[in-house]
T-cell receptor, first 114, second 110 residues
Framework: NAGVTQTPKFRILKIGQSMTLQCAQD?????MYWYRQDPGMGLKLIYY???????DKGEVPNGYNVSRSTTEDFPLRLELAAPSQTSVYFC?????????????FGPGTRLTVT | GQQVMQIPQYQHVQEGEDFTTYCNSS?????IQWYKQRPGGHPVFLIQ?????EVKKQKRLTFQFGEAKKNSSLHITATQTTDVGTYFC??????????FGAGTTVTVRA
């Protein structure tokens, strides 16, 4: 299994541009999450999904959108990029079972908005 | 909302020494998880604690869940350079989400 994969690894955007961060998992997990991590800070939840067709806002959803058309994929869309969105973005997935809510993280996308 | 606080934010350790990092919650937690993030890497799950007073060991790492299930600690003995990174605790927020602490960043002096 590849686990959780993310593309691209790095990206530089100009202010006002848009982009989609891709995330895929091959573990058949129902739950998927998008976090951002600013330098020296913890993880802030942007959006999450509990299954295909179901998404909900996290702590910091403004400026982002998501969709979940399949179990495997959970892309994050940035519209009208702003310097405040410069961050490292992590996608994660999990399943409820014997290991409750253990999350598996992708390698991250490092985004700079200038 | 429920938050988990971690102290210290930074821990500078001499190689071979022990140290402890702490995680505190304002509310009772059903479980607590610990993750490690190496510099430039992504968080990796270490362990989950569920029972009041639970203690679990992974080699030189000892994890403890408080009796009131409001705090947890991670103790590392004989610190090695491989222990460098940021250690996060996380508690459940609602049914499907986690609330992560800000982390303790560990550096090691050889």
């Amino acid at each position: 299994n590849a686990g959780v994969t993310q593309t691209p690894k790095f990206r530089i955007l100009k202010i006002g541009q848009s982009m989609t961060l891709q995330c895929a998992q091959d573990m058949n997990h129902n739950y998927m999450y998008w976090y951002r991590q600013d330098p020296g800070m913890g993880l802030k939840l942007i959006y999450y999904s509990v299954g295909a067709g179901i998404t909900d806002k996290g702590e910091v959803p403004n400026g982002y959108n998501v969709s979940r058309s399949t179990t495997e994929d959970f892309p994050l869309r940035l519209e009208l990029a702003a310097p405040s969105q410069t961050s490292v973005y992590f996608c994660a997935s999990s399943t409820a079972g014997t290991k409750l809510y253990e999350q598996y993280f992708g390698p991250g996308t490092r985004l700079t908005v200038t | 909302g429920q938050q988990v606080m971690q102290i210290p934010q930074y821990q500078h350790v001499q190689e071979g020494e022990d140290f402890t990092t702490y995680c505190n919650s304002s509310t009772t937690l059903s479980n607590i998880q610990w993750y490690k993030q190496r510099p430039g890497g992504h968080p990796v799950f270490l362990i989950q604690l569920v029972k009041s007073g639970e203690v679990k060991k992974q080699k030189r790492l000892t994890f403890q869940f408080g009796e009131a299930k409001k705090n947890s600690s991670l103790h590392i003995t004989a610190t090695q350079t491989t222990d460098v990174g940021t250690y996060f605790c996380a508690g459940p927020r609602g049914d499907y989400k986690l609330s992560f602490g800000a982390g303790t960043t560990v550096t090691v002096r050889a």
